[in-house]
Each structure stands twice: as C-alpha cells, then as structure tokens.
C-alpha cells in the first residue's frame, strides 16, 4: 500500500500528490465519511425484556453471593 501522507514536526500532515479540493465540496466529503460511520457505528438495539430481566436477577443474585475471591474489589453495579 502506497504511503498517501507523512508527519513532519516542523509542517504537520504534508500530503503525495495533493489535490486542492474547493471548501463545499471538501465539507461534502467529511459529511459523507461522517454518515457512513454513523451507520456503521450505531448503537445496538436495546435487549429484550425477558433478557434484560434474566441479567437483573443475575446481578441481584450475584451481589448475594459471597466473593470467590476475598481480595477483589467490589463488582460496578452501576456497569449496565
């Protein structure tokens, strides 16, 4: 893979073969990058409500139980 960019201290970023692209159009590019992660990166569904209810009772039954390890920390319970 060719290199596209190389960091210099003194410049920053400085770009092979750089193409001077208009500000509207630049902010169309960014636009798009930016959607396409959205999509891509969305968040995942909430569970459904019988799971989430079977993990509540785990966590209950789990803060009830004594630790198998003595020296550990406290399990988050605020971790959800």
Known sequence: M???ALFLPERGFV?????DIDPKHSRAIVQEIGERLHAFLK???E???????Q?????EL????????????P???HRR
Request: glycine share 0%; charged share 40%; proline share 16%.
């Open 62 to 73: 789990e803060e009830q139980s004594p630790s198998i390890i003595p020296a550990a920390e």
């Open 15 to 19: 770009m092979r073969d750089r193409i």
């Open 2 to 4: 060719p290199m596209l």
């Open 43 to 45: 968040e995942e569904p």
């Open 47 to 53: 569970p459904p409500e019988s799971l989430r209810t």
């Open 55 to 59: 993990i509540d009772r785990l966590r």
């Open 75 to 77: 399990w988050d319970k």
